[in-house]
């Protein structure tokens, strides 16, 4: 006879559990950052137009004179121009106290000195390799650079001068001497991870640093679209805390408004501020790059709508200069140009024991 099937023992029944009658806590929510005012386009005089105007002239005709110059022989190495990007350096560095601030720049910097008020005669003499010149004919178009004048360099590494910038900045803040450090890069030196090393520690330390981000659209030959997952580059301090701001680097007048918003800023002491300047450069990235990605029909539409010296020629139109008097001021510049580059081409060259000198510097 069959057995019956053993029968299963029934698992104990667990008891449902208690809703918890507890509130949970309020999701926090951050609190709203401070925001730098919006900049607004600086109301200039007549002589301040008339300023703008005669350094960006001095830049154009300069940068013209040294690829000439560089054509023939008598400029060698890299040579970067600042062609098309005038506004951005005369816009900024007219709010700059001259006594007290600092800047440092990459390769592309022959610009920002002459807009230091350096004399055209001793950089046209370091481009051609002079012992006249500014650093006496050892650093060339890359690595121009003057204590005296807080310019701190010309860097031909793409994005050193950032945290190199930022050490300015502390010694700024560490000496209490109310100065602030003015710090470019490009769009290019923008990916560069010692960038954003520098940017936590700035903000961290609320050091006195503007960070300026010459966005010329192309780094070397490819479009910062391509190169970069966020092309809006003013926010790429957020994630540090660093407010930006994005500004039209082809308007000088735009420049300088957002040069006084950002100097009160980091002067109140709230730490770094970024600010990227939409701009654009006519010739390639160095003299030897033929620019062939990008279109002549593209360049020569920035040329007719945006630059930032004919754009000044309209303010003053406006402010009642006539065109004799620009007329006037343009050859006065040629005058200039004309007679650094006699100054640089009838310089000697450094002797060749100087190829010893200045390698160190002794602390004692």
Known sequence: MAKAPASKKRAPRKSP??????????????????RPAEPKRHKATKDELLEYYR????????????????????????????????AVAVGLQSALDGDKDSVITGYRDHGHMLA???????????????????AEGKGGSMHMFSVEHR???GHGIV????????????????????????????????????????????????????????NNQYAMGTSVNRSSAEDQLYRRGESFRIPGLQINGMDVLEVRGAATVALDWVRSGKGPILLELKTYRYRGHSMSDPAKYRSREEVQSVR??????????????????SADEMKATDKEIKTIIAEAAD???????????ELYTDVLVEQY
């Open 17 to 34: 559990a208690k809703k918890s009658t507890a509130r949970k806590p309020a999701a926090k929510t951050a609190p709203e950052r401070e």
């Open 55 to 86: 350094q960006m002239l001095l830049i154009r005709r300069f940068e013209e004179k040294a690829g000439q110059l560089y054509g023939l022989g008598l400029i060698g190495g890299f040579c970067h121009l600042y062609i098309g990007q005038e």
């Open 116 to 134: 230091y008020g350096l004399d055209p005669k001793v950089i046209m003499a370091e481009l051609t390799g002079r012992a006249a010149g500014i």
């Open 151 to 153: 310019f701190y360099g």
């Open 159 to 214: 994005g050193a001068q950032v945290p190199l910038g930022t050490g300015l900045a502390f010694a700024h803040k560490y000496r209490e001497d109310g100065g602030c450090c003015l710090a470019y890069f490009g769009d290019g030196a923008a990916n560069q991870g010692q960038v954003y090393e520098a940017f936590n520690m700035a903000e961290l330390w609320k050091l006195p640093i503007i960070f300026v981000i010459e």
């Open 304 to 321: 007719e709508k945006s630059d930032p010296i004919e754009a000044v020629k309209k303010e003053l139109e406006a402010a009642g200069v």
């Open 343 to 353: 100054f640089a081409e009838s310089s000697p060259e450094p002797d060749p024991s």
